[in-house]
């Protein structure tokens, strides 16, 4: 067959065939069972976040709820301070067995890729894409308590 020719993707061994896609998620995945639910989140800003003289802030103002949508767990995030993003989240399993990758768009139009683990505590999530921007991180306490969270310039 040439390169041009259309083969039919319901054929075993072709590419994304149903044959190459799991029936069932990666077991890894049942590690993130402990976020299902809604979360309320506490925030912290450091000065200038918002703009150029505006002070630091902490404290609460959004949720986040995760819910599995077949392989993937979503993440859905409001903001209730105005200029801090709302936005979802899809997490799948890592290239490492222990971790994981979330793909991340916000209000903003921001998109960017974290990488998430659990290593034996609450999950962690982090990225430091460019290096001239601070890594933003989320840590997940015990059941019934706020997420924290920090964030650097964007």
């Known amino acids: 067959m040439s390169t041009n020719e259309l083969h039919d993707p ?7 065939s ?4 799991p029936a069932e ?12 639910g809604r979360w309320e989140m506490n925030a ?6 918002f703009g150029p003289g505006t ?3 902490t404290g609460r103002g959004g949720r986040t709820t995760f819910e599995w949508l077949k392989g993937f767990l979503t993440q859905r995030f409001v903001n209730e301070h105005p200029a801090a993003p709302s936005g979802i989240a899809i997490i799948g399993a890592g290239t490492d067995p222990k971790t994981f990758e979330q793909h991340y768009y916000d ?5 960017r890729v974290y990488q998430m683990s659990l290593d034996g505590g ?5 990225t430091s894409q460019r290096a001239a921007r601070p890594a933003r991180e989320a840590v997940w306490p015990a059941a019934g308590q706020p997420v924290t969270g920090k ?4």
């Open 122 to 126: 609450p999950p962690h999530c982090s």
């Open 55 to 57: 002070p630091p802030i």
């Open 107 to 111: 209000s903003r139009g921001v998109a």
């Open 18 to 21: 149903p044959g190459d896609i």
């Open 10 to 16: 319901r054929q075993p061994g072709a590419p994304d």
């Open 44 to 49: 912290s800003f450091e000065a200038g976040y």
């Open 151 to 154: 964030g650097g310039s964007s």
């Open 25 to 36: 998620r990666p077991a890894s995945l049942d590690r993130l069972d402990v976020l299902i």
